[in-house]
């Protein structure tokens, strides 16, 4: 049965239209970290995403910026946040990736009212701050940095480094305030060290689950550490959790290391307490203010050791960071579930609008 002409012998088939699958548009990647733009692209160039960044460090751009956005990565600085003002101009966004453990500069709950799922670098740098925090002791208690400011000025502190209240790990009791990732990578070296370690969290946890650590309410937990450890989050509870009735409750000579964030340690209170002697000293990563300034009187008390928010800043954490922030974008518009949600919003990405 013929349906049309004919064709000729020979004449090559007719062919209509070819039709092609329809491409998606290219995800919308709003950059807040403060590197450079094409570096940021470069991360990103084998995924379906454009990659913008704000017109100026400022909250106001990313306000503007945020928009179109469909995906946000985060600023680990804590320069740039995205807050009640930032989610409600943000009709687009699907996701945001913060590239730290820390969430402070987010809003979880606002962002979970929005349907947006936010996820952290959960465990990237847990080794390199445990590690800086080990340092941090031993670095405190036997007066390292002290010790090598004065040689260098010509002295030769010999008897007095012994006399500024330090002594060995082994043996002492340590306490660490916070239990994730950080806490247990803590613990365990503390204990592989010969320490007495124990820990308060805000859930309980068993000594295997906390790295050999014991659980101790917080009370009693400061009144047991010659060392007290902070890696503990910044959430309400843990804003100014360590103050100076908490530090009232330490041992006479015992040595504060904060890893946390500045908002958990009263620093006036600190000072107070080094100060009277109560405290023989700290070690600082981090700072209510940031960067710390220039007339800060935490830099005038060198019982104090300082350093600029690196803790988690070694080479292979950050390795470990970028790798795990290239996989989630890439997990998030692929349609697989992106891992680390700190919100309770469903892991699946989807686009809106």
């Not at 943000?90 to 402070?104: H, N």
């Not at 620093?267 to 007339?295: F, M």
């Not at 290239?326 to 686009?351: F, Q, Y």
Request: proline share 7%.
């Amino acid at each position: 049965m013929n349906f049309g002409r004919t064709r000729a012998a020979g004449a090559a088939p007719r062919i209509g239209p070819l039709r092609s699958e329809a491409v998606p548009e290219p995800w919308s990647l709003l950059a807040l970290p403060p590197l450079d733009p094409s570096l940021l692209a470069a991360l990103f160039a084998d995924l379906p995403v454009t990659v913008s960044t704000p017109a100026e460090r400022a909250p106001a751009a990313v306000t503007e910026a945020i928009g179109t956005a469909e995906i946000v990565l985060g600023d680990w600085s804590g320069a740039l946040g995205i807050k009640a003002e930032q989610i409600a101009a943000a009709t687009r966004l699907a996701f945001v990736q913060q590239p730290s453990v820390g969430i402070d500069t987010l809003d979880p709950e606002a962002l979970a009212a929005a349907g947006v799922p936010a996820a952290n670098a959960a465990g990237a740098n847990a080794i390199s701050v445990a590690e800086w925090c080990v340092g941090a002791a031993f670095a405190g208690l036997r007066s390292l940095a002290w010790a090598d400011a004065q040689m260098r000025r010509g002295e030769w502190p010999q008897l007095t480094v012994s006399q500024r209240g330090g002594g060995e790990l082994a043996g002492r009791r340590v306490g660490i305030v916070g239990m994730g990732d950080i806490g247990r990578a803590c613990a365990t070296r503390f204990v592989a060290l010969g320490a007495d370690v124990a820990h308060w969290s805000r859930r309980e946890r068993t000594a295997e689950e906390a790295g050999g650590a014991r659980w101790l309410p917080l009370p009693e937990l400061l009144a047991h550490s010659q060392l007290l450890v902070l890696v503990v989050a910044l959430a309400p509870e843990t804003y100014g959790l360590i103050g100076a009735d908490a530090l009232a409750r330490l041992p006479q000579g015992a040595y504060v290391v904060n890893a946390a964030r500045g908002g958990v340690l009263d620093e006036a209170a600190l000072l107070d307490a080094i100060t009277s002697g109560q405290l023989a000293g700290a070690a600082l990563d981090v700072y209510a203010t940031e960067p710390l300034p220039a007339g800060s009187p935490l830099r005038d008390d060198d019982r104090i050791l300082l350093s600029p928010h690196a803790a988690g800043a070694s080479r292979e954490a950050q390795g470990r960071l970028i790798t795990l922030v290239i996989d989630n974008v890439r997990r998030a518009v692929s349609g697989e579930p992106v891992l680390h949600v700190v919100n309770g919003v469903d892991p699946v990405i989807r686009r809106r609008g």
